[in-house]
């Protein structure tokens, strides 16, 4: 059976090992394993409520891990977050297109792993990342066209966007756009996760960041941490 609480925590580094036990202890039960075939093997014996593993094992990648947590029939679909090397967009794109729940950058920071368990794990439905509102000129690159649209709204994760296309969920794009007031610019691509059209015309959509590398989240935290955090709840 499932237990919401348990956690699994994999990695081939002892001592991380060992650190994310110790850091995790009062949110549950950690079970420990060095790669994904000892994650498998514990699974099966206690399914976890959450997975975290490390993008890089000596038998798998976390892709696979994520496919493998996600689809067996009987581990019940666990949240799982993904770790990734500080500098490499493409691992934090390959988890999201995975279905990673989350995906964090190491070094990992205690408050972030510990917080990212509880917004994983306390509720029915995991809740959104911390959002904050903004709202400057995003440029829009999509099926070979270049677009002009507004964010309106921010978070680590992703943002929401008003833009003059329609768009199919799962879509990618690319963005460009400036964090208001701060001089900083960012440009990730981004997986459409909701399209919603309005009565001006053009698409509400909700984007998550597939292809941005550890400076940039950063960036992106410090933004949302300095502004007041917005009411909408929707995840992205």
């Avoid at 609480?5 to 009062?26: A, C, Q, W, Y």
């Avoid at 770790?83 to 390959?94: F, I, N, V």
């Amino acid at each position: 059976m499932l237990n919401s609480t348990r956690i699994l925590l994999v990695d081939d580094v002892p001592m991380f090992r060992d650190l994310g036990s110790i850091f995790l202890s009062r949110s549950g039960p950690v079970d420990l394993a060095d790669s994904a075939s000892a994650a498998y093997q514990c699974a099966d014996e206690r399914a976890p409520g959450i997975v975290i593993a490390d993008m890089h094992l000596p038998d798998a990648d976390g892709v696979e891990l994520c496919h493998r947590f996600k689809t067996h029939p009987t581990w019940g679909a666990p949240r799982v977050v993904l770790l990734a090397r500080p500098d490499a967009a493409d691992d934090h794109a390959a988890a999201v297109r995975a279905g990673a729940d989350e995906v964090l950058f190491k070094p990992l920071e205690r408050d972030t792993l510990i917080s990212t368990v509880r917004r994983l794990t306390d509720f029915d439905t995991p809740r959104g990342l911390p959002r904050a509102n903004i709202e400057q000129p995003v440029e829009i690159t999509a099926r070979g066209q270049r677009v002009e649209g507004t964010v309106y709204n921010v978070s680590r994760g992703g943002l929401f966007v008003d833009a003059p296309l329609h768009f199919s969920k799962a879509e990618e794009v690319g963005l460009f756009f400036s964090l208001d007031g701060s001089g900083t610019t960012v440009s990730p691509t981004a997986q459409v996760i909701w399209s919603r059209p309005t009565p001006e015309g053009t698409d509400r959509v909700g984007l998550r960041f597939l292809e941005i590398d550890a400076q940039t989240v950063e960036q992106l935290d410090h933004y949302v941490s300095d502004h007041f955090p917005s009411t909408l709840s929707v995840p992205a």
